[in-house]
């Protein structure tokens, strides 16, 4: 290895989650071989300050000259992504001394630091990590680095560190001999060098944004790092972005990373904050903060929950928000720093800014951060479980795919839930009076049953204005209606799980799907089971509720329902008794709220914007009243009879009913089948209840259900509907 040779190198994010706080520089073989160097080697990088890393070959990088690493080392060189740092071979001494210091809180730790901190290479300056980091991964040569260190750590859990001094200076290597001085207050940064630059929030912390991540570097981080290169075209650098998208997608958390990474002066605006009881106290707030922020360029300013301050002048009764918008547009018009004062806006309603303020030269792009599919979800659940300790059953790809619809936010409460369960469990093996033994701290592993339980009581935040759930209704709680199953799986199930075969034959997949029939045969049993065998959510809207006295109220709540379904795709939509909304136009007596209903209706169905991953299933007993409109290809394709279920049907529909209750031998379900002639699955549902009831009227300890509470319960349950009165239905409905 010659120590003489170096190269210059672009810097890039970390290669995976796994690389985070491990030290790890991921770069070329062809690089690698031309500075001498093998997997495991340790090497210096130089940016504004030099560290060190742990170099690894990167296959995915080759001829690319660029090195991986994370935000850690990043900090610790004092370089940012897209800048160029110098890479050597390190000489590295064993460490005679080093201390150490917590910089986010106190700590005191117990016992031979040196086994803990064993073969770890640091510099004065540095920060630190240190943690349980068990990642599902492939295994690979790399773990064997880093198992004896890993295991080490188990018991110190994260821990952000700095180091304070070595001896000697320059990079140096932790050895069993080293002498560690743990001090137990946290370092104050303005007496120490380094710790300045302590991670807050960096990229590595952003998962499933990488579109949105690189929006907000082009229009923030390049004009503030790279000034020249707009100057060049002619052109001023933006002003302002605006972040808008549903609560809990991250808006936040990324202008917080894109200040860390830019290293620009980072201020906060909360909304409701600057409103003050003085007139004027709110436009000199304002006024203040600007100051600032052009006082400490670069800078970023970060307005949250920017519609509170900023609404439509045209809206609002009161003076103080007209004058409040106003200034505002005076401070973004008059911002003398042009690319070094940036104004990051966040709103989950875009639609209610001043529209003054969307317009080009002040928030010049708006960039929408939308729910997380499947891929974004599982690179958020990596980020929240990267420090936990999961054990094997856990597979995040089976977490992903039950977490429809959940934002970052709701993922990592999630994943909080699911250690809380885990704490529960172990709560009454602690004593308050003792440390905990560590034996117990090793039973802290989070299992696939803590997640399944964490489940039940995180729900989607996008859906929590309206009802919405996954049912556990399966096609096998469905009995008998093959038929009506089949249209439903191939109208709902196969868009949702395979909508790459649709797109491969050049046709879109059914809008709708209109269940007809009477009452108690299962329409909305039906829809339930296809909401859950296509993993989708579920929101259920029952037909009246939607209708409401004030004007425009009922046309409002029918776009909210098809706007956080969309938000949360893939939904499931389910209209139970459409009837009620969606009558024949001019044909009511009322004050025509349910044209206006099925107006809308249509538009959202088949207007402008198109439905992606949203299925539509209404349900009635009234088809011939519903408005034309409605029923013509392109809103509800297909129209499914669910009809009055035949002998072995029914049969089916008993087994299912029976299947948890403790039968007499003399109990024929067959039989059972031939002689409820004409009931539906509700009467059938009825008279297995009934059953049970009469048994334990007659012995509260009866221990099975004979034929004879059967038979009483067929003569007392009577079918509303018989096979003359479907047939007269079934001709009112064609």
Known sequence: MDNNKELKLKVAEAFSQSDIGRSVARIDPQCMSDLGLRDGDIIEIEGEKITTATVIASQSDISLGIIRIDSYIRKNAGTS???????????????????????DQEIAIQGNLSSIFVDRVVNKGDIIVTGVRRQQRPPSMFDDLFSQMMASETSLGEIKLAVVNTKPLGPVRITNATDIEMETKPVDPSKFEGVENLIDVSYEDIGGLTNEVKKVREMVEMPMKRPELFKQLGISAPKGVLLSGPPGTGKTLLAKAVANEANAHFIVINGPEIMSKYVGGSEEQLRELFEEAEENSPSIVFIDELD??????EDVNGDVERRIVAQLLTLMDGLKSRGEVVVIGATNRPDAIDEALRRPG????????????????KEILEIHTRNMPLSDDVNLDELTEVTNGFVGADLEALCKEAAMHVLRRVLPEIKTDEEVPEEVLEKMVLDKNDFKAALKDIQPSALREVMVQV???TWDDVGGLDLAKQELQEAVEWPLKNPEKFEKFGITPPKGVLLTGIPGTGKTLL????????????????GPELLS???????????????????????VIFFDEIDSIASERGSGLDSGVTQRVVNQLLTEMDGMEELHDVSIIAATNRKDIIDPALLRPGRFDRHVEVPLPDETSREAIFKVHTQKMPLADDVDIKQLAEQTEGFVGADIEAVCREAVMLTLRKDIDAEEINLEAFEEAMNKVKPDHSAEVEAEESVSYS
Do not use: C, H, M
Request: positive net charge; hydrophobic residues 40%; glycine residues 4%.
């Open 471 to 473: 049912p556990n209704i």
């Open 81 to 103: 992504i897209g800048e160029e740092v110098t890479v050597r071979p390190a000489v590295i001494k064993d460490a005679k001394k080093v201390k150490l210091a917590p910089v």
């Open 308 to 313: 509170a301050i900023a609404p439509k002048r």
């Open 527 to 542: 829809a339930k089971a296809v909401a859950n065998e296509s993993n989708a959510n579920f929101i259920s809207v029952k």
């Open 549 to 571: 006295k004030w004007v425009g109220d009922s046309e409002k709540g029918v776009r909210e329902v098809f706007k956080k379904a969309k938000q949360a795709s893939p939904t």
């Open 362 to 377: 002040r928030f010049d792009r708006e960039i929408e951060i939308g729910v997380p599919d499947a891929q974004e979800r």
